[in-house]
């Protein structure tokens, strides 16, 4: 089993950074690559960003391509996602997931293992 908790989520005006964290804890021991995903009021889980194992591989939703960073740090077992330049249509709760499978994915149902998520809210 992996726990995943996340942090970092906050109140930001718009054209703001922040920086969220995905600790995780558990089987960090086996190999597994993670994600980010956002969750508006009355829309869908979509996906955000995601990380092979080897932290080499990462993909972007096109929305936020450019300005979010996602990386991670094995020797922390945690993942982080910068995100600079926020919009208000970037207010959302942000869950960290992962999976037990080293490459990277954008499919949300690829993912076995969720966090509680953090309250991201950029203001106009």
């Known amino acids: 089993q992996l726990l995943l908790v996340e942090s970092g989520g906050g109140l930001v005006q718009a054209g703001g950074s922040l920086r969220l964290s995905c600790a995780a804890s558990?089987?960090?021991?086996?190999?597994?690559?993670m994600g980010w995903f956002r969750q508006a009021p009355g829309k869908e889980r979509e996906f955000v960003a995601a990380?092979?194992?080897?932290?080499?591989?990462?993909y972007y939703a096109d929305s936020v391509k450019g300005r979010f960073t996602i990386s991670r740090d094995k020797s922390k077992n945690t993942m982080y996602l910068q995100m600079n330049s926020l919009k208000p249509e970037d207010t959302a709760v942000y869950y960290c997931?992962?999976?037990?499978?080293?490459?990277?994915?954008?499919?949300?149902?690829?993912?076995?293992?969720w966090g509680q998520g953090t309250q991201v809210t950029v203001s106009s």
């Open positions: 990380i092979s194992w080897s932290g080499v591989t990462k």
């Open positions: 558990g089987r960090t021991f086996s190999s597994y690559s």
């Open positions: 997931a992962a999976r037990s499978y080293i490459g990277a994915t954008t499919n949300i149902n690829d993912y076995s293992y």
